[in-house]
């Protein structure tokens, strides 16, 4: 099954008016952000997740992101792709490009990065934050749509909800960062220790402050062309997810690495892992116990 994270309307945008079945998942980190619709599209179940809620009410700072990823985890979604607005930080990446990020630093300050902080210490590798198979795929799926596709580039994620100052946006160019948004961390992060695979598409809805406005553009002026750009973003992306999932549904990918990035991350000793911290995360660890415990029989 294949999770859908995106901004307000995007479900709508992907299905029309087939809103499929409403699943309402409770998890231990919470309730997610929105009801999880998940349809069908070219025999491939997609799970459909409205990251800023019903409405856009929830700020980057508050979307419940381990509820999110661990809702999707438990309805059995193994592939996750996301989208998300961004300012663009490059000449080159113009409003309404699309951009499939290949690393991300990471700004974000008040939200929680791990799911494992109770009862065991996991550390997942996390040099290549986007899965490179999700990535090929999508790429490979990229000449299918009429927009411009980058296919690498660097995403700075920071806390918001203001934007940057003009002396911060020029420091991330200084960086090599390419694009500036506020939602893919932690949820890359926490889809990797769910060991799903994740990409992100981002949406480039206008220049971040480095590089000015025209003089004498009106603040409406700019705020409706903001609006007009991630609308046509949005449309974009779309086009790009259902070529995507075509592709996905034509040549299923291989198992990946990211589906058993637990391996080599967790440092206890699984044989304490008691049944309470088990059951709390209930279904994350259960293929890493398992495999652990097939392996301590076979030795
Ligand atoms: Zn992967």
């Given at each position: 099954?294949?999770?859908?994270?995106g901004?307000t309307?995007?479900?709508?945008a992907?299905?029309?008016?087939?809103?499929?079945t409403?699943?309402?998942i409770?998890?231990?980190?919470?309730?997610?952000?929105?009801?999880?619709?998940?349809?069908e599209?070219?025999?491939?179940?997609l799970a459909?997740?409205a990251r800023?809620?019903?409405?856009?009410?929830?700020?980057?700072s508050?979307?419940?992101?381990?509820?999110?990823?661990?809702a999707?985890?438990?309805?059995?979604?193994?592939?996750?792709?996301?989208?998300g607005?961004?300012?663009?930080?490059?000449?080159?990446?113009k409003?309404?490009?699309?951009?499939?990020?290949?690393q991300?630093?990471d700004?974000?300050?008040?939200?929680i990065?791990?799911?494992?902080?109770?009862g065991l210490?996991?550390?997942?590798?996390f040099?290549q934050?986007?899965?490179?198979?999700?990535?090929?795929?999508?790429?490979?799926a990229?000449?299918?749509?009429?927009?411009?596709?980058?296919?690498?580039?660097?995403?700075v994620?920071?806390?918001?909800?203001?934007?940057?100052?003009?002396a911060?946006?020029?420091?991330?160019?200084?960086?090599?960062?390419?694009?500036?948004?506020?939602?893919t961390?932690?949820?890359?992060?926490?889809?990797?220790e769910?060991?799903?695979?994740?990409?992100?598409?981002?949406?480039?809805?206008?220049y971040?402050c480095?590089r000015?406005?025209?003089?004498?553009?009106?603040?409406?002026?700019?705020?409706?062309?903001?609006?007009?750009?991630l609308?046509?973003?949005?449309?974009?992306?779309?086009?790009?997810?259902?070529?995507g999932?075509?592709?996905?549904?034509e040549?299923?990918?291989?198992?990946c690495?990211?589906?058993t990035?637990?391996?080599?991350?967790?440092?206890?000793?699984h044989?304490?892992?008691t049944?309470?911290?088990?059951?709390?995360?209930?279904p994350?660890?259960?293929?890493y116990?398992?495999a652990?415990r097939?392996?301590?029989?076979?030795?």
């Amino acid at each position: 099954m294949i999770g859908l994270i995106g901004g307000t309307g995007l479900g709508e945008a992907l299905m029309g008016d087939s809103r499929g079945t409403e699943h309402v998942i409770d998890t231990p980190f919470g309730m997610p952000s929105s009801a999880i619709h998940v349809v069908e599209w070219n025999g491939i179940e997609l799970a459909l997740l409205a990251r800023h809620g019903e409405g856009h009410t929830l700020n980057p700072s508050q979307v419940p992101y381990r509820a999110n990823i661990y809702a999707l985890k438990k309805l059995g979604v193994t592939h996750i792709i996301a989208s998300g607005a961004v300012g663009s930080l490059r000449d080159q990446i113009k409003p309404r490009d699309l951009m499939l990020c290949h690393q991300v630093i990471d700004k974000t300050h008040r939200r929680i990065p791990t799911f494992y902080d109770v009862g065991l210490a996991a550390h997942v590798e996390f040099a290549q934050p986007y899965c490179p198979q999700l990535r090929a795929l999508l790429e490979a799926a990229a000449s299918k749509v009429n927009a411009t596709v980058h296919t690498r580039g660097v995403y700075v994620c920071m806390e918001g909800p203001a934007f940057s100052t003009q002396a911060e946006s020029t420091m991330h160019r200084a960086w090599g960062a390419d694009v500036i948004g506020m939602t893919t961390m932690p949820e890359a992060k926490l889809a990797r220790e769910a060991e799903m695979c994740y990409a992100l598409i981002a949406l480039a809805t206008d220049y971040d402050c480095w590089r000015g406005h025209e003089p004498g553009t009106s603040k409406q002026a700019l705020l409706n062309e903001i609006i007009g750009n991630l609308r046509e973003a949005t449309a974009n992306a779309v086009a790009l997810m259902r070529a995507g999932i075509d592709t996905f549904a034509e040549n299923p990918p291989e198992p990946c690495a990211c589906h058993t990035a637990l391996d080599l991350a967790v440092w206890s000793d699984h044989e304490k892992l008691t049944e309470d911290v088990r059951r709390h995360y209930d279904p994350l660890l259960n293929r890493y116990v398992e495999a652990a415990r097939a392996a301590q029989k076979a030795t």
